[in-house]
């Protein structure tokens, strides 16, 4: 047992953690903390959403550690809810969307650099997302991350090769994908047999993923090298979303819907991947998850992963023109803060260090048993290439993992990437681009419910403080106000 934890910093840590089966590849321990900062009261961890985490790591822990840890859940509505800086812990794990919320009240403080230049950390390990951005508020390491998903494309793998289809580098690619699966003539002796459930491709349209979906779409449009704002205009704080590339890629979402299953407006990520295992699609938008894998020990589905499609061109909002990307390698731009996990130290923490090595030892070595329990995570870090299968559905062949190791390692170490709105007031900012996206999906014109939108983002900001959300909005991109 490691003695008077958090002194997991021991040189013995090694020893044990090697005994305890973990396959993370071998890092040195952490220095040994001063025996006079070991504190018996017990460590105090909040976990917002994630039931599963909150088992998991108490699981770790007893099997580990001789102090006290005391868990507690909670979601995110209940969050918010609260009017007290105080959240009666010294660790909180939480979606990563919810960062500006905690950090514009000063629930959070900055991890540790003790913490984060520890060895045992390996903090040049990790891919660029979860070393960098989303992990950062301003010029600030705000946190640590458990595993942040983007979403992916999934195709049949053997369709695509039947067919002589090359995955689509671009949107405009995609959409002409898209059409030729849903060419019966061209597809006809890959259908599954008559009256069974078939449809060419499925995005996840379900509340709380439509609007993610269209700002997934719309990143590689809205994200210009020259400037900062995307979602917003970072100086007044005037609402972009209804500008030309959110406009354009609405247009192209409503359009792909048209393919789609009636019910799409009913799913999730989890349940879109349901389908394509199920054979009932031929290309989806999702990512895997071994946690929340309900596929059990089914065949292997002949399938493959590709980061999502980008532009060959992209939106200047200063001279309102459409200016080329450059070469094929600056065509894509990663939509972060969309479904991961983040762990943070408490502004009320007494042993702020204590509760930085404590993330420390929960997303370095200990990533592989930790992490891939919640369902909204995936792999993040260089080493967990080898192990990608922990994070995949069992359905998924070797061929399959190894295409989704790849592509999680090309998006998350882009530079060009887009925060999914995570200032304060997220969820209903969101919920407005909801509304828009099931408003296109009835037939109103797209710029219209983007308008729409736009006022109403307008309305939140207003509500909020227009000038403590321009702060915030400056932060979430990575600029000290």
Same mark, same amino acid.
Request: with cysteine.
């Given at each position: 047992?490691? $003695?008077?934890?958090?002194?997991? *910093?021991?040189?013995?840590? @090694?020893?044990?953690?090697?005994?305890?089966?973990?396959?993370?590849p071998?890092?040195p321990?952490p $220095?040994?903390?001063?025996?006079?900062?070991?504190?018996?009261?017990?460590? /105090?961890?909040?976990?917002?959403?994630? %039931?599963?985490?909150?088992?998991?790591?108490?699981?770790q822990?007893?099997?580990?550690?001789?102090?006290?840890?005391?868990?507690?859940?909670?979601?995110?509505?209940?969050?918010?809810?609260?009017?007290?800086?105080?959240?009666? %812990?010294? !660790?909180?794990?939480?979606?990563?969307?919810? +960062?500006?919320?905690?950090?514009?009240?000063?629930?959070?403080v900055?991890?540790?650099?003790?913490?984060?230049?520890?060895?045992?950390?390996?903090? /040049?390990?990790?891919?660029?997302? &979860?070393?960098?951005?989303?992990v950062?508020?301003?010029?600030e390491?705000?946190?640590?991350s458990?595993?942040?998903p983007?979403?992916?494309?999934?195709?049949?793998r053997?369709?695509?090769?039947? @067919?002589?289809?090359?995955?689509?580098?671009?949107?405009?690619?995609?959409?002409?994908?898209?059409?030729?699966?849903?060419?019966?003539?061209?597809? *006809? =002796?890959?259908?599954?047999a008559?009256?069974?459930?078939?449809?060419?491709?499925?995005?996840?349209?379900?509340?709380?993923?439509?609007?993610?979906?269209l700002?997934?779409?719309?990143?590689a449009?809205?994200?210009?090298?020259?400037?900062?704002?995307?979602?917003?205009?970072?100086?007044? +704080?005037?609402?972009?979303?209804?500008g030309?590339?959110?406009?354009?890629?609405?247009q192209?979402?409503?359009?792909? *819907?048209?393919?789609?299953?009636a019910?799409?407006?009913?799913?999730?990520?989890? $349940?879109?991947?349901?389908?394509?295992l199920e054979?009932?699609a %031929?290309?989806v938008?999702?990512w895997p998850?071994?946690a929340? =894998?309900?596929?059990g020990?089914?065949?292997?589905?002949?399938?493959?992963?590709?980061?999502l499609?980008?532009? !060959?061109?992209?939106?200047?909002?200063?001279?309102?023109?459409?200016?080329k990307?450059?070469?094929?390698?600056?065509?894509?731009?990663?939509?972060?803060?969309?479904?991961?996990?983040?762990?943070?130290v408490?502004?009320?923490?007494s042993?702020?260090?204590?509760a930085?090595? +404590?993330?420390?030892?929960?997303?370095?070595?200990?990533?592989?048993?930790?992490?891939?329990?919640?369902?909204?995570?995936?792999?993040?870090?260089?080493?967990?290439?080898?192990?990608?299968?922990?994070?995949?559905?069992?359905?998924?062949?070797?061929?399959?993992?190894?295409?989704?190791?790849?592509?999680?390692?090309?998006?998350?170490?882009?530079?060009?990437?887009?925060? &999914?709105? /995570?200032?304060?007031?997220?969820?209903?900012? @969101?919920?407005?681009?909801?509304?828009a996206?099931?408003?296109?999906?009835?037939?109103v014109?797209?710029?219209d419910?983007?308008?729409?939108?736009?006022a109403?983002?307008?309305?939140?900001?207003?509500?909020?403080?227009?000038?403590?959300q321009?702060?915030?909005?400056?932060q979430?991109?990575?600029?000290?106000?």
């Open positions: 047992m490691l $003695q008077g934890f958090p002194k997991f *910093a021991v040189s013995g840590l @090694l020893v044990v953690w090697l005994m305890s089966g973990c396959r993370e071998q890092s321990a $220095q040994e903390a001063s025996p006079a900062a070991a504190v018996k009261e017990p460590l /105090r961890l909040l976990i917002v959403d994630d %039931a599963r985490l909150a088992t998991a790591i108490p699981r822990w007893q099997a580990r550690a001789d102090r006290e840890l005391v868990v507690r859940q909670m979601t995110s509505e209940q969050l918010l809810a609260l009017t007290s800086r105080r959240l009666g %812990a010294d !660790v909180v794990i939480y979606p990563s969307g919810l +960062m500006g919320e905690l950090a514009a009240r000063r629930v959070i900055p991890v540790p650099d003790k913490s984060l230049q520890d060895e045992a950390f390996a903090r /040049r390990d990790l891919f660029e997302l &979860s070393r960098l951005r989303e950062s508020w301003g010029r390491v705000m946190a640590v458990f595993g942040s983007q979403f992916c494309l999934l195709f049949r053997d369709w695509f090769e039947r @067919l002589q289809i090359t995955p689509p580098t671009t949107w405009a690619a995609y959409q002409e994908v898209v059409a030729r699966l849903a060419d019966r003539k061209q597809v *006809a =002796d890959l259908l599954p008559e009256g069974q459930p078939w449809t060419p491709v499925i995005e996840p349209l379900g509340s709380g993923w439509r609007g993610q979906v700002l997934a779409r719309s990143a449009y809205a994200q210009h090298r020259s400037q900062f704002s995307t979602l917003f205009d970072y100086r007044t +704080m005037t609402p972009l979303i209804d030309p590339p959110f406009v354009r890629a609405l192209e979402l409503v359009e792909t *819907a048209r393919h789609g299953p019910n799409a407006q009913q799913l999730g990520p989890a $349940q879109v991947r349901r389908e394509f054979g009932r %031929a290309m938008l999702t998850s071994r929340d =894998d309900q596929s020990e089914g065949a292997p589905v002949a399938a493959a992963f590709a980061e499609p980008g532009s !060959v061109e992209a939106y200047n909002f200063r001279t309102q023109s459409w200016d990307r450059g070469d094929a390698s600056d065509q894509r731009v990663t939509l972060a803060a969309m479904a991961g996990r983040l762990g943070s408490t502004r009320e923490s042993e702020p260090l204590v930085g090595n +404590m993330l420390i030892w929960l997303t370095g070595r200990l990533s592989a048993d930790v992490c891939t329990e919640t369902e909204a995570g995936t792999l993040f870090r260089e080493s967990h290439l080898p192990l990608v299968g922990r994070w995949i559905d069992r359905q998924f062949d070797e061929a399959a993992a190894k295409s989704y190791g790849e592509a999680v390692q090309q998006a998350q170490n882009r530079t060009a990437w887009l925060a &999914s709105v /995570r200032i304060p007031g997220r969820p209903r900012y @969101l919920a407005a681009l909801d509304d996206v099931a408003e296109a999906l009835s037939g014109p797209p710029a419910c983007l308008r729409k939108t736009a109403e983002w307008d309305k939140i900001t207003d509500a909020i403080g227009r000038e403590s321009r702060q915030a909005y400056m979430s991109v990575g600029i000290n106000p």
